[in-house]
Antibody, heavy 121, light 110 residues
Framework: EVQLVESGGGLVQPGGSLRLSCAAS????????MNWVRQAPGKGLEWVSF????????YYANSVKGRFTISRDRAKNSLYLQMNSLRVDDTAIYYC??????????????WGQGTLVTVSS | SYVLTQPPSVSVAPGQTAKITCGGN??????VHWCQQRPGQAPVLVVY???DRPSGIPERFSGSNSGNTATLTINRVEAGDEADYYC?????????????FGGGTKLTVL
């Protein structure tokens, strides 16, 4: 069974930093592209970042470029999002989301339960 | 940047058919995916590549895509279908590829 479990969220002051983690299991993590998607309270889904299966291709939304860094640790089957210079409008639930393979290539087919990041003074 | 437009809300009585639209410039040339998000839960994929259903998703869910509009159709709506629905595409027309989500449609079962 595919499982994605996020952690690392919490309350942080504006200008601060947080590192989110996503522990993956139930599939071959090293062969899948991964994403972070966020959802502000009461709002819709907003894509944040993408990392390819080989880590050779990385993309960011313009709203986080230069402040957030996506990475993965293949030995730990974990995806990360380092968030620096946090702003109040970064407040959201952050979801780890897998892109599938084969029939599900370039399809976000599994989502984690999310971790809440609150940026406030 | 590419924009997807969804109606904020759709209401339907149990047993009836719900249609949720997703508008975008020449969206028919893209692969459109739909996810369902029940209150307080993570999104779940319900339709991918315009009209395919993942395993475990009821046949009542279907999709279509042509021209400037993609549509998610839910037949014989049940109370458990009440949720927010988001269309999304992988857009390669901007300076770099991005996932683009519609604003979401809240489906209310009357």
């Amino acid at each position: 069974e595919v499982q994605l479990v996020e952690s690392g969220g919490g309350l942080v002051q504006p200008g601060g930093s947080l590192r989110l983690s996503c522990a993956a299991s139930g599939f071959i993590f090293n062969t899948q592209s991964m994403n972070w998607v966020r959802q502000a309270p009461g709002k819709g889904l907003e894509w944040v970042s993408f990392i390819s299966s080989t880590d050779s291709v990385i993309y960011y939304a313009n709203s986080v470029k230069g402040r957030f860094t996506i990475s993965r640790d293949r030995a730990k089957n974990s995806l990360y999002l380092q968030m620096n210079s946090l702003r109040v409008d970064d407040t959201a639930i952050y979801y780890c989301a897998r892109e599938g393979s084969g029939t599900y290539y370039n399809v976000i087919d599994y989502w984690g339960q999310g971790t809440l990041v609150t940026v406030s003074s | 940047s590419y924009v997807l437009t969804q109606p904020p809300s759709v209401s339907v009585a149990p047993g009836q058919t719900a249609k949720i639209t997703c508008g975008g410039n020449n969206i028919g040339s893209k692969s459109v995916h739909w996810c369902q998000q029940r209150p307080g839960q993570a999104p779940v994929l319900v339709v991918y590549d315009d009209s395919d259903r993942p395993s475990g998703i009821p046949e009542r869910f279907s999709g279509s895509n042509s021209g400037n509009t993609a549509t998610l159709t839910i037949n014989r709506v049940e109370a458990g279908d009440e949720a927010d629905y988001y269309c999304h595409v992988w857009d390669t027309t901007s300076d770099h590829p991005t996932w683009v989500f519609g604003g979401g449609t809240k489906l209310t079962v009357l």
